[in-house]
């Protein structure tokens, strides 16, 4: 088993401005075909 926490953008010290819910679902979509994930579970 393996545990991914994804820090999405405008948490921490990155820059919020000029992302919507698109941009965060499309840094997910590319942090989990990178990684070759087939399956997900959210919490």
């Known amino acids: ?4 926490v994804h820090d ?3 948490h921490g010290d990155s ?3 000029g ?3 698109d941009s965060l ?3 997910l979509a ?7 994930v087939i399956e997900a ?3």
């Open 25 to 27: 679902a499309g840094d």
């Open 1 to 4: 088993m393996c545990c991914v």
């Open 41 to 43: 579970t959210a919490s």
């Open 8 to 10: 999405k953008r405008g």
């Open 30 to 36: 590319a942090l989990l075909d990178h990684l070759d």
């Open 15 to 17: 820059d919020w401005s």
């Open 19 to 21: 992302h919507g819910s």
